[in-house]
Structures are given as C-alpha cells and as structure tokens.
C-alpha cells in the first residue's frame, strides 16, 4: 500500500431521503468518488437518528421536500447528539428565508437540487472540512436581505396591507394621514419592483424585508 493511499482520508456519508430514485441516484453519484462513501441510506427520517449513532457519519445529507419543519428538526437533533456532523441540506424550493431556517437548525450546507453532481460532491467535501455551503444562487439574496431598502415605517404600513387592510385602516393604526400612507405604498412598491400591495407583502418577504 502506498503512503498515499494509506493517509487517505475517507468521508462517511448518510443519505436521508424518502425517494428510492433520488436516494439511489446520490449514493451512485458518491460512490464514484474515492474519497467519499456512503454508510447509510435512510428512508424514513424517524430511523436516522439511531442509524446515525451506528454508522457515525461525518455528513448527512437531508432532502427537505415535503417536510421540511420535521427533517430541520431532525438536523437539530442529528447535531445535539453528535456535534461532529455536519449536515448538508438539499431543496427544490431554496428561498433565502428556506435558507435562515435551515441555518437556524445549524445546517451547514445549503443547496437547490438543480445544482450540478460536482457541486454536490464539492460541498460534501467543503462541509466535512468544516466550511459552509451555501447555493451560489441565494448568495445574492443574502445580500439583498441584508442590504433592506424599506425603512421601519414602510414596514409596518407594509405589514397591515398584507392583512388586508384599507389605507384608512392603516393610517388609523399608525397615525398617519391617508394620504401618507399611500405615499408609503407607492414607495414600497417602487422598491420592491412590485404593481400593487400584495405583490410587494410576498416580495418583501421572500427576502427578508419584513
């Protein structure tokens, strides 16, 4: 054996994924690396925890579709009882308040399932070194979500017109003029690149604005 095979270092890696198709089609993609394999493909997410104490795993990669609040509670749990995994968490739908939740769960990696088989192998790597991963395409959204165009005033006329609430309505509650508040409106709307008030509430908020 050489001392470059010897020193070798090999990622354990566990699949949670309820999808035999895509479940086999990951194990398939990670089995092809040398320096990657597979100790576990998990169907049910109800199993992983015990499986994870058995196999030990150094990443595990959890398909949130379908489920999401149950398999981000798994990942908490998955990492209070091993605090040397990392989890890698893949989605149809990566949105950046998707994003924050998966983050708020201590995921460390985060990706849309319409990434390519390198990156998903690349951030398999860069997790088990320790390093976040984040869908190069919500990086700009954590971006705009930190850079807020909507001052505090715009937010909160914002948040009654997502309820449904009249500009009367709304310049009653904060005490403002009517008037004022639809100055507001056509702000936010300006901003937010948005026709009219409810387009601007769902706008607002998949970024983070509100």
Known sequence: MSPETSERVVIHVMIVEDTDLLRDALT???????????????????????????????VVIIDLDGAEPARLDLARRLVHQTPTIRVLALTGAPTTDAL??????RVVGFLGKDVSPDEVTAAVRQVAAGRRVIDPALAAGLLRRAENPLTDRERAVLRLAAKGARATDIAEQL?????????????IMRKTGTHNRLAAARRAEEAGWL
Request: net charge negative.
């Open 100 to 105: 924050h939740r998966a983050l708020a769960a």
């Open 175 to 187: 005490g403002l003029a009517a008037g004022t508040v639809r100055n507001y409106l056509s702000a």
């Open 28 to 58: 398939a993609l990670l089995a092809k690396e040398h320096d990657l394999a597979v100790v576990a493909g998990i169907g049910a997410a109800d199993d992983a925890a015990a499986a994870a104490v058995t196999h030990r795993p150094d």
